[in-house]
């Protein structure tokens, strides 16, 4: 074989290669992505309401990456805050006071590649009810949620999106998570769905945000 044929059946030889073992991390990304998960807690009690939106942003997101997405709506569920007791630990268990109801919710996270917390603003802060089951999901549990990818997401009509923000992202920070970030702080405003859906920063940074916990994961 003449040098010159030689050096061009190499290269077309190499290119092949390389472009097989591009398109095979291609189809194995893919298909990793098919088993990976990310759960959503939504602390609002109206289930069709502004978090709502607020999360169906992210799905669309993640739907069109094949990353299952599951939605665990707990705002209208009578829970129990967390009263100091300690058994969680002395007993090495979940919180004793949790219902089958939150255990199940628990396991869920446990068994997620990346946990979003998505609150309403509630006086400047996070859902009571949602905070009373973070408290003790996080107490009892968080060892087990170490590097898992934590993501907040906040609605509010006017303020206290940030305050909500920083005491949702406490809960990931405390517990050994990398938290994902979005080009804004991850908020959307409006009092109504409607109003959400002309917030186009809000919307920009949901979209922003599901695509880097994509990245993440």
């Known amino acids: 074989m003449k040098k010159r044929e030689f050096i061009k059946s190499a290269a077309l030889a190499g290119a092949g290669l390389v472009l097989g073992v591009a398109s095979g991390q291609l189809f194995k990304s893919d298909k990793k992505n098919k088993n990976k998960k ?3 807690i939504n602390g609002s009690p109206d289930e069709n309401g502004n978090t709502a939106y607020a999360l169906s942003i992210i799905e669309e997101v993640f739907r069109n990456e094949n990353i299952n997405f599951e939605i665990v709506n707990i705002g209208k569920s009578n829970i129990r805050g967390c009263i100091a007791c300690n058994k969680c630990h002395a007993e090495k268990t979940v919180c004793i006071h949790t219902t089958d109801e939150e ?29 009373s089951f973070l408290d003790k999901a996080f107490y009892s549990s968080s060892k087990n949620f170490r590097n898992k990818i934590g993501a907040s997401v906040v609605t509010t009509h006017r303020t206290g999106a940030s305050m909500t923000f920083e005491g949702l992202n406490q809960y990931f920070t405390i517990s050994e ?38 990245e993440l994961i």
């Open 103 to 131: 255990k199940k919710w628990i396991e869920l996270m446990k068994n997620a590649d990346a946990i979003i917390l998505a609150s309403p603003t509630y006086f400047g802060g996070i859902a009571g009810t949602m905070k």
């Open 38 to 40: 990310v759960i959503a």
């Open 177 to 214: 998570m990398p938290v994902a970030s979005s080009t804004y702080w991850n908020n959307i405003r409006g009092l109504t769905v409607d109003d959400l859906k002309n917030d186009s920063e809000g919307i920009r940074t949901m979209q922003n945000l599901a695509k880097n916990i994509v």
